[in-house]
């Protein structure tokens, strides 16, 4: 079997792919990429299935050598020293990939044509980080096997994608089923104010910084099922926007959700980024 | 039944208590409308979880509306025993607090059948409420940063057994050895939704 040996992990490295939907039901949430769009772009460009995993590097720095002559390709945030960004290209056995850290946008996606064939955990590849399921995050002299091609490689030279950009992000606001308990001058702050991503943002969520959100209902909220994309208000009234790794339930109102599609983008903020929510 | 609005793939349905929400997601489970997928009961609510390439959120809400509920069913029949050392740090607390002695608390713990209702708060971990008796129980003021796993504990009017080590704020009654989440077993998670539980008293 055809193998990719990791040098150096980088700041966090972690296996992805498309989660584990469906489990919600004992407790289990559903994980996968943080930027859906680029790992599935990943894929494609190598001929994988949707489901195959990539790796998602965080703020550049893996370095792998491939133990046989392997298609790979990275998408998302772009890094110094990849020569195969949004545009596949042979990695020859014996030779290393090194992410540099990338000028803007925070995760990498890499592919290699046959996916990433760690073991799965409970139908899934994925590290969830909250969870404590999935392979753990990688580490320097990890052997990663590579499987069997599944698909024809689509022979794009190079995808026209924009990178991830670095300066502010505006994504579209939804109602959350809690909307209703800001009050009504916090439910237009939320939408017209400018956030900034903390440093204590993760895979798990964005905690956003900014004007602090005024309660109109203080009752405490029975916990209750919530998914990527939402806003959540906690007592200290600074909004955490979650993420693929978020809880199955949370105790904390959701005041808003931002749309689906737009969290991808989300999940390549880095801290001291801004963000604004348009309804 | 309120259908509240939960971005561009969900719908949380929130309902009037536990039984309803159970008999609700009694049936959505048995009968999927197309393009769900993923249900979250929890205490008041369905959280309804749609591929947005497959369905629309008008159509998963009118279908969830054409539901009829179904009282009294369950997810699974299965039962699972639990062998109890009750030997919790909190079982004195729990006793002042329901008026009664350390040996009754257990006797009413062993006594009655719990169900799972929900999961959430950690992979496997079950909210199990009782058929019968009066559990309210107020969370620690404080939370201990490390309850050690098999942990069994009271909240809210729920039992529960730690699947991991974790932090906690839920009063400690006592502990097993059973792995009730266990990656090499199938299925890994023991406390399903709708899984009947007796817990056993052994020393």
Do not use: K
Not at chain 1, 32 to 59: H, I, K, Q
Not at chain 1, 251 to 269: E, M, T
Not at chain 2, 153 to 158: C, E, I, Q, S, V
């Amino acid at each position: 079997m055809s193998v990719l040996t990791v040098l150096a992990p980088g700041p966090l490295t972690t296996v992805q792919d498309l989660g584990r939907p469906g489990l919600a039901g004992i407790g289990v949430g559903r994980s996968g990429a943080c930027d859906r769009a680029s790992a599935a772009l990943a894929n494609r460009l190598v001929g994988n299935e949707p489901g195959a995993a990539v790796l998602e590097a965080t703020l550049g720095g893996l370095v792998l050598r491939a133990e046989a002559d392997l298609l790979v390709v990275t998408t998302g945030a772009r890094c110094p020293g990849s020569a195969v960004h949004d545009a596949p290209g042979l990695l020859r056995a014996g030779t290393t990939l090194a992410l540099g850290t990338p000028p803007a946008g925070l995760r990498t996606y890499l592919a290699v044509r046959g996916g990433v064939a760690v073991e799965r955990v409970l139908g899934s590849r994925s590290t969830d980080l909250l969870a404590g399921l999935g392979p753990p995050a990688l580490r320097a002299g990890d052997v990663l096997p590579v499987g069997p091609p599944t698909g024809a490689v689509p022979g794009i030279d190079v995808a026209p994608v924009p990178d991830p950009p670095g300066g502010e992000v505006t994504v579209r606001l939804l109602p959350g089923p809690r909307t209703d308990w800001l009050t009504a001058a916090a439910q237009d702050v939320l939408g017209s104010a400018t956030w900034t991503v903390t440093a204590e943002s993760n895979r798990v969520g964005l905690r956003l910084d900014g004007p602090r959100l005024e309660r109109r209902v203080s009752d405490e909220l029975p916990s209750e099922g919530l998914v990527r994309g939402a806003l959540q208000v906690p007592p200290s009234g600074a909004p955490v926007l979650f993420l693929a790794d978020a809880p199955v339930t949370g105790g904390y109102p959701v005041a808003g959700y931002v749309a689906d599609d737009d969290v991808d983008r989300c999940g390549q903020l880095r801290p001291g980024q801004t963000l604004r929510l348009r309804r | 039944m309120r259908v509240l609005p939960s971005g561009s793939t969900a719908l949380l349905v929130e309902l009037t208590d536990l039984d309803e929400v159970l008999a609700l997601y009694a049936a959505l489970e048995e009968d999927r409308p197309p393009g769900v997928v993923d249900l979250v009961p929890a205490a008041r609510t369905v959280l309804v979880v749609t591929d947005p390439a497959a369905t629309t959120l008008d159509a998963v809400e009118a279908a969830v509306r054409r539901t009829a509920p179904r009282p009294g069913r369950r997810a699974t029949a299965e039962q699972v025993e639990v062998p109890v050392v009750y030997d919790g740090e909190d079982l004195d607390d729990v006793a002042a607090h329901l008026g009664v002695d350390p040996g009754e608390v257990v006797r009413r713990h062993t006594g009655t059948e719990w169900t799972v209702a929900f999961s959430g708060f950690a992979p496997g971990f079950g909210y199990l409420t009782p058929a019968d008796g009066a559990w309210d129980l107020p969370r620690r003021p404080s939370p201990r940063t490390r309850v050690p796993a098999g942990s069994i504990a009271l909240a809210g009017g729920f039992t529960g057994v730690y699947p991991r080590e974790s932090p906690g704020g839920w009063q400690l009654v006592g502990h097993t050895d059973l792995a009730v989440f266990d990656l090499s077993r199938e299925p890994a998670a023991l406390l399903r939704p709708g899984v009947r539980v007796r817990f056993v008293a052994v020393s």
